[in-house]
């Protein structure tokens, strides 16, 4: 089976909670990974809070083209209790 994310909400900061077609979710801190030309400009949160889930590729995308493997995510991922 694949990994995909199948849904995706703004929690606070760059944080957001995750769930993957597995059943996991969680929470996933994002801003150590928000640096150079294509993630950088991320830091900005309105433009941070511009994310959608994509139906296509099924992971978390920005309007400015990045975009963050489910595997990757996956591995960031905090797992509440």
Request: with cysteine; aromatic share 14%.
């Amino acid at each position: 089976m694949f990994l995909h994310v199948s849904e995706a909400k703004y929690l606070y900061g760059y944080t957001l909670w995750l769930r993957f077609n597995d059943g996991t979710e969680g929470e996933v801190d994002l801003e150590p990974e928000l640096n150079g030309e294509v993630f950088g400009p991320l830091l900005d949160p309105v433009q941070f809070q511009t994310f959608r889930v994509d139906p296509e590729i099924r992971t978390v995308v920005w309007k400015n083209g990045a975009d963050f493997a489910p595997e990757f995510l996956r591995d960031c991922l905090r797992v509440l209790a």
